[in-house]
């Protein structure tokens, strides 16, 4: 009886509290090495994929399951929001997808540069921003990230390598390419993840960039986050080529299960390394 | 962002353009004898930009191993080598998207085009990417981007090749949009520019690369800086004010010596800064002389003349003794052949001919006297008497009957 009672008043606690009771305490904190197995094998392009085993520790266990919750939480809150018309013109939402922006945060540091379209919100929370500042720029008040100026499409975080936010279907890769272009300049061993739609797959001016990224060698990692429709058009009506982990031709590609945030993190770990070295890689998810 | 230099003896000969007394000369003085083409100004601008700040770098067309499209940045690739001029694919978008990502990063990039007609593949970049990011990150993204190139018409290249973006670019909040005219400017702006946090648009012209200025020795010290959005005046004068920006500054001078032998005085001014456009000194200037010539080459319609009509119709209203005329080029696309090509772009008998200059100043009232050598406008909606060929628009009757002729020919 003493135990029901518990468990119920632990369910009307808030979140974060029911989260640190006593039973947890024990693994949230251990960095004992757990070894997973990805779900699904990666596929290559012109390259030989990573292993399917992940490492990972309780700890990181834990922080991405409150990540990807808070995410969660956070984007259908969005969504009634917007319904409620307390935010105005557009609200593009990320649940579904949060497995990508948590396991990317995973593999690599605030150095790292990442750089996304108009689907930001929980990209702007894995770089470090805070769901204030999130939610007071979507309300358009001035303790937003943008100071209420941007809105849903337009966050950014400069100083942990976060560069938007971006309204233009496709603009956002050879910014992303550009990025990797200064920091080959700077000489600072640091990658760039240039997020992209299928709809924004298509685009022209991503070739020209990935062309020039190729010669160039850049340390550009090209992101494709599948999610099969192109604002409102379905892949298999807009592309007529739906690998677009191969698109790329000439540069290598790789097939990622982007629902499983051990196959993104081990992705994302193994593009850092291979664009440090080789220079582009496109990964579809 | 303007980093403040002071020579070893402390005797400061530029600390800051912002600083320098407004009267005090930067124009070029005659006697100083040392002549350079806008070429050198701007090659000598980057040159010395580049050495001063690693984080500047060239990208674009033929800048490298070509040594430029146009020579302007010759022997920059064997100075600052190949990571620093950049010689790219025929690929504006992507190159120019490259380009403002370098600069969020913190680089400084100076994007050429190889004219302003191209930039149009690219232009997405340059206005939503670079010149609204400051503004939608709430100061977040900083842009340090210079978009330079040769704009406006050159000699039989054709409608494709020949347009003039200082209305377009001029338009846009987030953008900085230089013109230069003479050496001095070319020198002076570029490096204001390249120094400049912001995105700023260098608008260049192909027929005044090769022209030489004489430039005195304040012009040639490396610190050397014209402040933006600070017109110079030419000329001074004080029948009537004429504005103009790139080769039309000198269509306007010669305009101007021919009509001070029939005794008129006109004063020249030299915009050097589309954007911010230096009202003040505009409108001090017509309220001067009370009567406005604007001169550029782009097409009429929402051109920079119109601004500064509406900008002296909203601050100087009282002052003007006639209408504001605006010279522009022919609302029409850049035609090929000499003789019409001639006739679609300003000459310096169509700055003289204007009835604003001519026209006798009534006693009482200072209206204009006779309306005879007016040519009227065609009312909205009526077809041209050249027949359907562009029969949505109504036609412009521009520099009298130059403009008329312009249609006959070009259409018929």
Redesign the interface.
């Known amino acids: 009886m003493a135990q029901l009672t518990r468990r119920a008043t632990d369910l009307l606690k808030p979140f974060s509290v029911a989260l640190s009771s006593t039973r947890l305490l024990t693994t949230t904190t251990s960095t004992t090495p757990i070894t997973v197995e990805t779900s699904l094998p990666f596929t290559g392009h012109r390259i030989d994929p990573p292993s399917r085993s992940v490492e990972t520790t309780p700890q990181e266990l834990m922080t991405f399951f409150r990540d990807m919750a808070l995410m969660r939480r956070m984007e259908i809150a969005a969504d009634s929001l917007y319904k409620a018309k307390l935010i105005r013109g557009f609200c593009h939402l990320y649940d579904g997808q949060e497995a990508v922006a948590v396991g990317m945060e995973a593999a690599i540091t605030k150095k790292d540069c990442i750089i996304t379209a108009y689907r930001d919100h929980c990209i702007f929370l894995g770089r470090g921003g805070t769901l204030l500042q999130c939610f007071a720029e979507l309300m358009g008040r001035k303790d937003g990230c943008s100071k209420g100026k941007g809105g849903s499409m337009h966050f950014y975080k400069k100083d942990s390598g976060f560069y938007g936010g971006h309204g233009i279907v496709g603009a956002q890769i050879p910014l992303g390419c550009g990025l990797a272009f200064a920091q080959k300049y700077s000489k600072d061993e640091t990658v760039t993840f240039a997020l992209y739609g299928d709809g924004a797959a298509n685009q022209g001016q991503l070739f020209e960039a990935l062309n020039m990224a190729a010669l160039w060698d850049l340390p550009a990692i090209l992101v494709c986050e599948n999610n099969h429709y192109g604002m409102g058009t379905a892949e298999w009506r807009a592309a007529k080529s739906p690998a677009y982990y191969k698109r790329g031709d000439y540069v290598p590609g790789l097939k990622v299960d982007g629902m499983d945030v051990f196959a993104v993190k081990q992705a994302c770990k193994f593009a850092k390394e291979h664009a440090l070295k080789n220079g582009p890689i496109v990964s579809a998810y | 962002m303007l980093r403040i230099m002071r020579n070893k003896l402390d005797a400061p000969v530029f600390t800051s353009p912002f600083l320098k007394p407004a009267g005090l000369a930067l124009r070029s003085y005659s006697s100083s004898a040392k002549q350079m083409t806008v070429r050198e100004a701007l090659n000598s601008a980057l040159d010395e930009e580049m050495s001063a700040d690693h984080n500047v770098?060239l990208m674009g067309e033929e800048v490298g191993e070509y040594q430029g499209a146009y020579k302007v940045s010759k022997g920059l690739l064997q100075k600052f080598g190949p990571?620093r001029v950049?010689d790219?694919?025929i690929?504006e978008?992507?190159?120019?998207?490259?380009?403002?990502?370098?600069?969020?990063?913190?680089?400084r990039p100076v994007v050429e085009f190889m004219t302003f007609n191209f930039a149009m593949q690219a232009i997405?970049?340059i206005i939503?990417?670079a010149a609204k990011?400051n503004?939608?990150?709430?100061g977040?993204?900083n842009v340090p981007i210079v978009f330079r190139g040769p704009n406006g018409a050159a000699a039989g290249v054709g409608a494709q090749h020949s347009q003039c973006y200082a209305a377009w670019y001029g338009s846009c909040p987030g953008l900085k949009v230089l013109i230069p005219y003479s050496s001095e400017d070319a020198r002076g702006l570029l490096k204001a520019a390249i120094r400049d946090p912001d995105p700023v648009v260098f608008l260049e012209n192909e027929l005044l690369y090769g022209e030489a200025f004489p430039v005195s020795a304040e012009v040639l010290d490396s610190r050397f800086c014209i402040p933006i959005g600070k017109a110079k005046i030419e000329r001074e004068g004080k029948h009537v004010t004429i504005t103009a920006f790139s080769k039309m500054v000198g269509f306007s001078l010669k305009a101007a010596e021919t009509l001070a032998k029939d005794g008129i005085d006109a004063e020249v001014i030299n915009l050097r800064s589309i954007r911010p456009l230096d009202r003040p000194t505009i409108n001090a200037s017509v309220r001067k002389t009370n009567r406005l010539v604007t001169v550029e080459e782009g097409f009429p319609q929402h051109g920079v003349g119109a601004e500064i009509c509406a900008s002296i119709v909203e601050d100087s209203f009282g002052y003007l003794d006639s209408p504001v005329e605006r010279i522009a080029g022919a609302d029409v696309p850049m035609p090929y052949a000499a003789n019409l090509e001639r006739m679609a772009l300003p000459q310096v008998e169509d700055i003289i001919s204007l009835e604003n200059i001519l026209k006798d100043v009534d006693e009482n009232q200072g209206a204009p006297t006779s309306n005879e050598d007016q040519t009227p406008m065609m009312p909205l909606g009526v077809e041209s008497n050249l027949g359907d060929a562009f029969h949505e628009t109504e036609t412009w009757q521009l520099n009298g009957a130059s403009g008329l002729q312009v249609w006959e020919e070009v259409f018929w």
Do not use: K, R
């Open positions: 770098f990571e950049v790219t694919p690929t978008a992507g190159f120019t998207g490259i380009g403002v990502g370098a600069a969020f990063y913190g680089l997405d970049h939503n990417s990011t503004y939608m990150s709430a977040n993204i």
